[in-house]
């Protein structure tokens, strides 16, 4: 079992930073990939970025350049640093996980305001 804790959201203007954490526990040797998901109002969760046990990584279209994913191994922590954010970044942004199963945190809400 693998236990997901994130941090690091809240209420930000357009333009400004955040940083999001998450921490895992638990047996991570069957973790193939971390990644952070993003949920707004009314919409699918949709990937955000992604990092592989190769290091190699992921983004989605609407964040690349702006936001950038890493991990600290020795913490067990991924986080994810988001610059130039804008209004439509607003969502609850989740940490997965990707294994023999899906790991889930409980999700930590981001408001971008104008």
């Known amino acids: 079992q693998v236990q997901l804790v994130e941090s690091g959201g809240g209420l930000v203007q357009a333009g400004g930073s955040l940083r999001l954490s998450c921490t895992a526990s638990g047996s991570m040797l069957s973790i193939n990939a971390m990644g952070w998901y993003r949920q707004a109002p009314g919409k699918q969760r949709e990937l955000v970025a992604i990092?592989?046990?190769?290091?190699?990584?992921n983004y989605a279209d609407s964040v690349k350049g702006r936001f950038t994913i890493s991990r600290d191994n020795a913490k067990n922590t991924v986080y994810l640093q988001m610059n130039s954010l804008k209004p439509e970044d607003t969502a609850v942004y989740y940490c997965n996980a990707d294994g023999i199963k899906d790991y889930w945190g409980q999700g930590t809400q981001v408001t971008v305001s104008s």
């Open positions: 990092i592989f046990r190769s290091s190699r990584t």
